[in-house]
């Protein structure tokens, strides 16, 4: 099992910026457990779950296009953090963010959500 611990999110007007961060943690880790890629979803009300970035173990980064440019994703593999830098926030962005982690032992876990509210 690996539980994902996010924060970060908040109240922002648009145009400004926040930065999510999200912790893996497991017993397993270290002894044959370890993360393959990290990724932010977001989900708005009425909307299905959408892939904002990801990151691969190697460093390989992959946004949406509607994030490109505006949105970072860092990731601290010695850690097992990943961090969303959120810059030039819009309206559109209004969503709850979701940590998610895939493992070298091919399952996927999610963090609980955390809710970024941009105000116009």
């Known amino acids: 099992q690996v539980q994902l611990a996010e924060s970060g999110g908040g109240l922002v007007q648009a145009g400004g910026s926040l930065t999510l961060s999200c912790t893996a943690s497991?017993?397993?880790?270290?002894?044959?457990?370890?993360?393959?890629?990290m990724a932010w979803f977001r989900q708005a009300p009425g909307k299905q779950r959408e892939l904002v970035a990801s990151?691969?173990?190697?460093?390989?980064?992959n946004y949406a296009d509607s994030v490109k440019g505006r949105f970072t994703i860092v990731r601290d593999n010695a850690k097992n953090t990943a961090y969303l830098q959120m810059n030039s926030l819009k309206p559109d962005d209004t969503a709850v963010y979701y940590c998610?982690?895939?493992?070298?032992?091919?399952?996927?876990?999610w963090g609980q959500g955390t809710q970024v509210t941009v105000s116009s």
């Open positions: 497991s017993r397993m880790f270290g002894i044959g457990l370890s993360i393959n890629s």
């Open positions: 990151m691969s173990r190697g460093g390989r980064a």
């Open positions: 998610s982690a895939y493992t070298s032992g091919s399952s996927r876990y």
